[in-house]
């Protein structure tokens, strides 16, 4: 199923969210280059769809550089054009994923229920999970001027140092595999946030199912945006 988000209806998640980011972890690392864009429109945008209404520790400092703003004018349109093939293509490739299109990007969330599999306190890449992974890397080769970034989350059962260890290697997880089967280093960045992040309730066991996911999120890179506004002129 896809989602669409627009500016307007995540403007005040922005501004929240622009608000509690710059206390957490991640971009206290980051430079004031990162920064910026970590609060930029898309920035925000695409962290909510990725880490729900709470902002939390974790991570590894990267987010901000590669989340930026929207590209506006002749450019937005192009890259908005090729960045809706991509998330169809997607929701073709895997019926069961929740594919959101957030501004400039695209937000992809597997759980227990959408083809990226972990069992119980494992991080280990099964089968099944290889096979949906395998269908995405096809569309990441199809389009390949993309960054992608990979975050990983628990639910709260057990210790919080624990879970933030598990989501870190679980997404990890995710990352090398992507790169064993030939997807470009220079595309991916990994991030975590252990149980801070959930997204539905935790006290039913189908919301710490949902809460055990895998998030990836596909970004314009400087090579599309560029080209986009030299197609227009700009």
């Known amino acids: 199923m896809r989602i669409n988000i627009n500016k307007t209806g995540v403007i005040l998640l922005t501004v929240i969210l622009s608000i509690g980011f710059t206390n957490c972890k991640s971009v206290q690392?980051?430079?004031?280059?990162?920064?910026?864009?970590?609060?930029?429109?898309?920035g925000g945008a695409i962290l909510g769809a990725i880490i729900?209404?709470?902002?939390?520790?974790?991570?590894?400092?990267?987010?901000?550089?590669?989340?930026?703003?929207?590209?506006?004018?002749?450019?937005?349109i192009l890259i908005g054009n090729k960045m809706d093939k991509q998330a169809?293509?997607?929701?073709?490739?895997?019926?069961?994923a929740q594919v959101e299109r957030v501004d400039d990007g695209i937000v992809v969330t597997f759980d227990e229920t959408s083809g990226v599999y972990f069992d119980t306190n494992k991080y280990n890449i099964n089968s099944a999970s290889q096979n949906t992974l395998n269908k995405l890397i096809g569309v990441f080769k199809e389009f390949p001027d993309?960054?992608?970034?990979?975050?990983?989350?628990?639910?709260?059962?057990?210790?919080?140092?624990?879970?933030?260890?598990?989501s870190k290697n679980r997404a990890y997880a995710v990352?090398?595999?992507?790169?064993?089967?030939?997807?470009?280093?220079a595309r991916l960045t990994t991030n975590w946030f252990g149980e801070t992040q959930p997204i539905h309730d935790n006290a039913t066991a189908e919301g710490r199912a949902k809460n055990r996911r895998v998030n990836v999120a596909i970004l314009p890179n400087e090579k599309m945006i560029?080209?986009?506004?030299?197609?227009?002129?700009?």
């Open 29 to 42: 690392n980051a430079n004031n280059k990162q920064k910026g864009a970590v609060i930029g429109a898309t």
């Open 52 to 76: 729900g209404n709470n902002v939390g520790k974790g991570g590894n400092g990267e987010l901000g550089a590669v989340i930026g703003g929207v590209v506006g004018g002749g450019a937005g």
């Open 88 to 96: 169809q293509k997607i929701e073709e490739e895997i019926p069961g």
């Open 146 to 166: 993309t960054n992608i970034l990979v975050v990983g989350h628990t639910d709260s059962a057990g210790a919080d140092d624990y879970n933030m260890t598990l």
């Open 175 to 185: 990352t090398n595999y992507l790169t064993q089967q030939t997807v470009n280093t």
């Open 226 to 234: 560029e080209e986009a506004k030299q197609q227009v002129g700009n």
